[in-house]
Each structure stands twice: as structure tokens, then as C-alpha cells.
């Protein structure tokens, strides 16, 4: 099983970037796929959901209306589109995957710096 994060990056405030996770070793289409983040010295924190079809999203309050999720199931890859990025979004961000408490994956990870 593995999750690949990409995508990230410094980038201004205000600016976008779009990570990427593709996956493998298992069967994609069948897991809700969750974007985390951690901040040095804090708790990882839900940052977005997208269940297995793509039918229903979910975000953190701190970017609704700024970050999108969505996912390709015959690519086996997820998304996450941010925009109008601010110093507080920057942090490590985890892919995850979810079928149960058993089958349940992690990414290595991908740094997100929004500083000028």
C-alpha cells in the first residue's frame, strides 16, 4: 500500500496550489479519502473529506470556501485545490485513506510554506 503525496511548495499569500496523492496497493474507489495537516507544535488537524464515489465533501471551517477535494477513482489519485492561501495554512499535509478502523493509511507527507 502507498499513499504519494505531491504538490507542495512555497507559495505566497493569496497564491494557489493543487497537492496531489495517488495511490496504490489497494482498492482506491472503496475508501473516503481525507487531506490533514500539521503545524509545528500543534495537533494534525482535519483539513477535508471526499467520500468513496466523490458524491460528498466536507471541510475544516478555516478553508471552507478556499480549498476544494476531489478525487479521480480511475487515476486512483485525490486533489486538493488551495486558494487564496494564508501563513496559517502552512504545514505538513497528510493524504489518508479510510475503509475501517483496520484498513486505514497514511502518506509521508508534503510541506505547504505560505510566506513573502
Known amino acids: 500500500v502507498q499513499l504519494v503525496e505531491s504538490g507542495g511548495g512555497l507559495v505566497q499569500p493569496g497564491g494557489s496550489l493543487r497537492l496531489s496523492c495517488a495511490a496504490s496497493?489497494?482498492?482506491?474507489?472503496?475508501?473516503?479519502m481525507r487531506w490533514y495537516r500539521q503545524a509545528p507544535g500543534r495537533e494534525r488537524e482535519l483539513v477535508a473529506t471526499?467520500?468513496?464515489?466523490?458524491?460528498?465533501?466536507n471541510y475544516a471551517d478555516s478553508v471552507k470556501g478556499r480549498f476544494t477535494i476531489s478525487r479521480d477513482n480511475a487515476k486512483n489519485t485525490v486533489y486538493l485545490q488551495m486558494s487564496s492561501l494564508k501563513p496559517e495554512d502552512t504545514a505538513v499535509y497528510y493524504c489518508?485513506?479510510?475503509?475501517?478502523?483496520?484498513?486505514?493509511?497514511w502518506g509521508q507527507g508534503t510541506q505547504v510554506t505560505v510566506s513573502s
Open positions: 489518508n485513506a479510510w475503509r475501517n478502523a483496520r484498513y486505514n493509511y
Open positions: 471526499i467520500t468513496s464515489d466523490g458524491g460528498s465533501t
Open positions: 496497493g489497494f482498492t482506491f474507489s472503496s475508501y473516503v
